[in-house]
């Protein structure tokens, strides 16, 4: 059984406006690969600097 | 792909418009119950569980190499994608494979910890990605799955996850 917390922490977020079944979450995969894709060139970045 | 283009998008459609029996697990999945970017946690993969069937995984396998996508197992390249064998002993072990394309990698998933396909399909909710839908799993499943695999970062993520969101639960906001 999962934690008590993250049981209603599960349960209240799932009844939130913004989960109703069917909303568009397109931003969120969009959002993930802009967090990938500004971490590798920061990495490309640093490497640069470092030669 | 151009670069701005997400993989993860063209991934998961690709799966939809091919049929492909999968639901959306892990951070990933966890990520889609975001209220806005702010909240959504970096991830390096978006993990994506099959049917344990091998029509499944050939039919995902097929559907991302159409899409552009090159495969690896076990760190190697996998070019087995036709090996009707090969396929079946990889969903008898429930093991998993990555899928690759610009950068952006897919854990194909032939099983997770605490949860069958089923459990997870039976109750997913399902969420939209502009023209097509894509099944996710329940938000208390994924969280529970991450307590029973026990790892350290994984009781480090939902120690953190319970701390960003505790406040506001108990709120009611």
Redesign the interface.
């Known amino acids: 059984?999962?934690?008590p917390?993250?049981?209603?922490?599960?349960?209240?977020?799932?009844r939130?406006p913004?989960?109703r079944?069917?909303?568009?979450?397109?931003?969120?995969?969009?959002?993930?690969?802009a967090?990938?894709?500004f971490?590798?060139e920061l990495d490309r970045a640093e490497r640069a600097a470092e030669r | 792909v151009p670069p701005s283009a997400s993989p993860f998008r063209e991934a998961l459609a690709a799966l939809v418009r091919a049929s492909v029996d999968f639901v959306l697990v892990g951070v990933g999945g966890i990520n889609f119950y975001a209220r806005d970017a702010s909240e959504v946690v970096r991830t390096v993969d978006l993990d994506v569980l099959l049917r344990p069937r091998v029509g499944s995984l050939r039919a995902a396998l097929a559907a991302l190499q159409a899409a552009g996508f090159s495969f690896e197992a076990g760190g190697e390249s996998f070019l087995d994608v036709d090996d009707e064998s090969v396929l079946a002993r990889i969903v008898e072990s429930g093991g998993n494979l990555a899928a690759e394309l610009g950068g952006g990698r897919i854990d194909l998933m032939l099983s997770m910890t605490g949860f069958t396909f089923d459990q997870l399909m039976v109750d997913a909710e399902r969420f939209r990605l502009a023209d097509v839908e894509v099944p996710v799993g329940r938000l208390e499943k994924l969280l529970r799955s991450k307590e029973l695999a026990g790892r350290p970062k994984d009781r480090e993520f939902l120690r953190l996850f319970a701390a960003r969101l505790r406040e506001d639960a108990e709120g009611g906001r």
């Open positions: 059984v999962l934690d917390t993250l049981s209603r922490i599960a349960r209240w977020l799932e939130r913004w989960n079944p069917g909303t568009d979450k397109t931003w969120v995969l969009e959002s993930m690969w967090a990938l894709v971490d590798r």
